[in-house]
């Protein structure tokens, strides 16, 4: 694997060569050493660190402070990928002056490479001011869970042709006002292929077909950590929350019979 470090730059690259880019959710220092040791291309300190550590119903509760927290122990276990933050709700919609401070406090604060906006042609403005400020911005369109009231839900968003067309006009927004990639969240494979080809810069998709130029997941989700509810389009590569159940059982059981510590656990 790869000991070199991933740029802004490798993102353009890599759809320009049609090589896959990688990218996961990271909320702390172990899980993000995990991934860099693999040589995952980009770790996202998501704003999901509300609905996945912090136990909130959505992520519109997580605050600016709590995602810089998780930032700098990101960053702590993070040396070759790209790091990215995610500005949580309403830490830009209120106005570009706001937006360009917060996204500040990720690079100056957390050591972020990058930060990540929701939203499409309504955040351009947002997006070029953080830009001009000399910070590198991901964009994010299709569903958007910060607006999930707005939107009805966690659904499948661009299923007719309006809403389509008005992603693909979202999509070239982006691109146009300096976005280095864009995720594509729950779109039907065919519209994210077809602005996948649209655009020169990458598109990262979660829920939006093989065609994209790369793809994100929640870590947990793709480790199995949790089995409540798993979207669709979250494959689980293990299921590690019934085997922590197990080992907690086992301790349990164990102290409880006085099995635990045994002679090879004790001094
Ligand atoms: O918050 C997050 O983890 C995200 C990704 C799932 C794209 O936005």
Do not use: W
């Not at 730059?9 to 880019?21: A, H, P, S, V, W």
């Not at 912090?54 to 700098?72: F, P, Q, R």
């Not at 001011?129 to 661009?158: C, D, E, F, M, R």
């Not at 990458?202 to 979207?231: E, W």
Request: with cysteine; proline share 3%.
């Amino acid at each position: 694997m790869s000991d070199k470090k991933f740029t802004v730059l490798d993102f353009k690259r890599k759809k320009e060569n049609g090589e896959k880019i990688t990218m996961l959710t990271a909320y702390d220092c172990p899980t993000a050493e995990l991934l860099d040791d693999v040589g995952i291309d980009a770790v996202l300190v998501g704003d999901s660190v509300g609905m996945v550590l912090l136990g909130y119903d959505s992520t519109v509760n997580v605050t600016m402070d709590e995602m810089i927290h998780h930032a700098k122990a990101v960053r702590r276990g993070v040396k070759n990928a790209f790091l990215i933050a995610d500005m949580p709700f309403m830490s830009y919609q209120a106005g570009d002056d706001d937006a360009t401070r917060n996204a500040g406090r990720f690079l100056k604060e957390a050591g972020c490479e990058a930060v990540k906006i929701e939203g499409g042609q309504e955040v351009a403005a947002r997006i070029k001011a953080i830009n001009n400020a000399g910070i590198s911005v991901l964009g994010h369109i299709g569903l958007t869970p910060q607006s999930a009231h707005k939107l009805g839900g966690y659904k499948l968003q661009g299923t007719d042709p309006e809403s389509a067309e008005r992603l693909i006009q979202d999509a070239v927004c982006l691109e146009e006002n300096g976005c280095f990639g864009v995720v594509l969240e729950c779109v039907p494979g065919v519209l994210a292929k077809e602005i996948t080809e649209k655009l020169s810069i990458p598109t990262i998709g979660i829920g939006a077909g093989v065609n994209c130029d790369g793809q994100v997941l929640v870590t947990h989700d793709l480790v199995g950590f949790f089995d409540k509810f798993v979207p669709k389009f979250v494959k689980q590569y293990a299921r590690i929350g019934p085997t922590i159940k197990k080992a907690i059982e086992s301790f349990k059981n164990e102290t409880e019979a006085g099995k635990f510590p045994d002679d090879e656990h004790s001094y």
